[in-house]
């Protein structure tokens, strides 16, 4: 089993910027990737970013390329999010999942809201 917990979600102006964090506990040897992903109020959740957790290969969504860094610290077991030039389309719940030997994101956290104000 994996555990994990999002950190740093909370109310930030438009243009502005917001960490998340995702600590990951329990079985991390297991991990081959992990992703955020977000879900706005009546919309579909949708993928935001992943990052390989031995090779640090990174992907994104085409609504946050070029403003959305990803990255991890395998020491502390934690990915973090780097949201830059936020946008009232930003708004959303955040999810950090992690993808094990399955290579499919079978373990998720609880969400951290995010919502940027214009």
């Known amino acids: 089993q994996v555990q994990l917990l999002e950190t740093g979600g909370g109310l930030v102006q438009a243009g502005g910027s917001l960490r998340l964090s995702c600590a990951v506990s329990?079985?991390?040897?297991?991990?081959?990737?992990m992703g955020w992903f977000r879900q706005a109020p009546g919309k579909e959740r949708k993928f935001v970013a992943s990052?390989?957790?031995?090779?640090?290969?990174?992907y994104y969504g085409d609504s946050v390329k070029d403003r959305f860094t990803i990255s991890k610290d395998n020491a502390k077991n934690t990915v973090y999010l780097q949201m830059y030039s936020l946008k009232d389309e930003d708004t959303a719940v955040y999810y950090c999942?992690?993808?094990?030997?399955?290579?499919?994101?079978?373990?998720w956290g609880q969400g951290t809201q995010v919502t940027v104000s214009s």
């Open positions: 999942a992690v993808a094990g030997t399955s290579r499919t994101y079978d373990y």
């Open positions: 329990g079985r991390t040897f297991s991990i081959y990737r």
């Open positions: 990052i390989s957790w031995s090779a640090g290969i990174t």
